[in-house]
């Protein structure tokens, strides 16, 4: 695994072993920052379920002012500060966050901190026919504190499966569907209205 674009390209990422994280592969990770085409250049970027770290990290070696990784496991949040300093992140870039991502979400709201870049790739949720979903992709969308947290302007990246069907709520707008194999990427924003 491997960074892809930006200063930091070709720089190697280390996973933790086992089998609780999930990289976002290398051609899923190409996919979205081609179709972002620089828009995380000067943002600030939240990676939610950050896991390695991998989609932050890439947005910060395209320019990113700086990127607040969430994760549950201090284990992994250990992996990916060691990958932020192995790719030459100075430590004012990169936040880390060792906290339920939903309990993370009302926290940052309530310290009034934005976005303009989220980016989330949960662990993916079991098919759903005939019912709505309960992954944890369907509840980020559900969530009142992600669309508070995004910037005017700012985009929602979020990863799920494709057996899990996501239904896009109010105020949540499909920008687009970009879909690799079993994996599939919502970028939205949110309506002006």
């Known amino acids: ?24 592969p290398d051609k899923v990770r190409l996919a979205i920052f081609n179709s972002l085409a620089g828009f995380a250049e000067g943002t600030r970027v939240l990676e939610l379920f950050a896991g390695t ?35 030459g992140i100075s430590s004012g870039q990169a936040k880390f966050i060792i906290k339920d991502a939903f309990v993370a979400l009302s926290q940052l709201r309530g310290n009034r901190a934005s976005f303009g870049l989220i980016m989330a790739d949960p662990p993916y949720g079991d098919k759903n026919v005939n019912k709505r979903s309960e992954s944890f992709a369907q509840q980020m969308l559900d969530d009142e504190n992600v669309p508070a947290l995004l910037e005017p302007g700012g985009l929602f990246v979020l990863g799920h499966t494709k057996r899990d069907t996501l239904e896009i709520p109010t105020p949540w707008i499909s920008k687009n569907t970009l879909k690799h194999g079993d994996t599939h990427i919502e970028i939205l924003h949110l309506s002006s209205g």
């Not at 695994?1 to 976002?24: D, E, F, H, N, Y």
């Open 53 to 87: 770290g991998a989609l932050g990290l890439e947005c910060l070696s395209r320019g990113a002012a700086e990127a607040t990784f969430v994760e549950l496991s201090a284990r992994h949040a250990h992996t990916m500060q060691a990958n932020a300093k192995s790719i």
């Open 1 to 24: 695994m491997r960074i892809i674009g930006g200063t930091s390209a070709g720089s190697s990422l280390k996973v933790p072993s086992g089998l609780s994280v999930r990289p976002t």
